[in-house]
């Protein structure tokens, strides 16, 4: 009787190591994780705080461009075509980012997903109209028409994560305080 006492009591013993050896890699790899993120994201936040990010942002927004065909971005204003091409690559980038888990979703999206949202609504018309281009320009040559497709989940994702509320809500649950108004 003693003998088996002892046995589980090794085993309980040995799977309790085991468990916190796994804990300790786990939490490692977590913040080894955090800590190379930490550039990232700074990066992003700095370009997309930039007064000639806000700007084109702001171009984008406030501009309606005459389209002269359908050949896609290329039928833009290369005004506008070049402060499209910067706005929705950056945010095709920040849609990689989080799909690949190299920053958290609700990151961006609590601190950008108003942004995001916006851009795109706006855009819309001018992305359908590049992908259209896309399909008929590359199908033929077996290349996948895809066109900021990353981008688009990042829209998908803040939709379901309540949309225009999206943000508010992620900065609500992270009990983020916020001023109350006299």
């Known amino acids: 009787m003693t003998s088996y006492i002892v046995t589980f009591t090794s085993l309980a013993i040995a799977l309790a190591a085991v468990w916190v050896s796994t804990w300790q890699v786990r939490q490692g790899a977590e913040s080894t994780a955090r800590s190379n993120a930490l550039p990232v994201i700074q990066e992003v936040f700095s370009e997309f705080r930039s007064s000639e990010f806000r700007n084109a942002i702001t171009y984008l927004l406030t501009s309606n461009p005459v389209t002269i065909g359908d050949s896609g971005f290329s039928s833009l204003p290369v005004d506008w075509r070049d402060q499209a091409f910067r706005v929705v690559y950056f945010m095709d980038y920040l849609g990689v980012l989080v799909t690949h888990n190299i920053v958290q979703e609700e990151l961006i999206i609590g601190a950008l997903g108003t942004r995001i949202v916006q851009v795109w609504q706006a855009l819309w018309p001018f992305i ?50 916020r001023s109350v108004e006299h």
């Open 128 to 177: 359908e109209m590049e992908r259209k281009y896309r399909a008929r320009s590359y199908a033929a040559h077996g290349i996948p028409p895809g066109f900021l497709v990353y981008y688009e989940h990042l829209v998908q994702r803040t939709a379901e994560l309540g949309g225009a509320e999206a943000a508010t809500r992620i900065q609500k649950r992270r009990g983020l305080h």
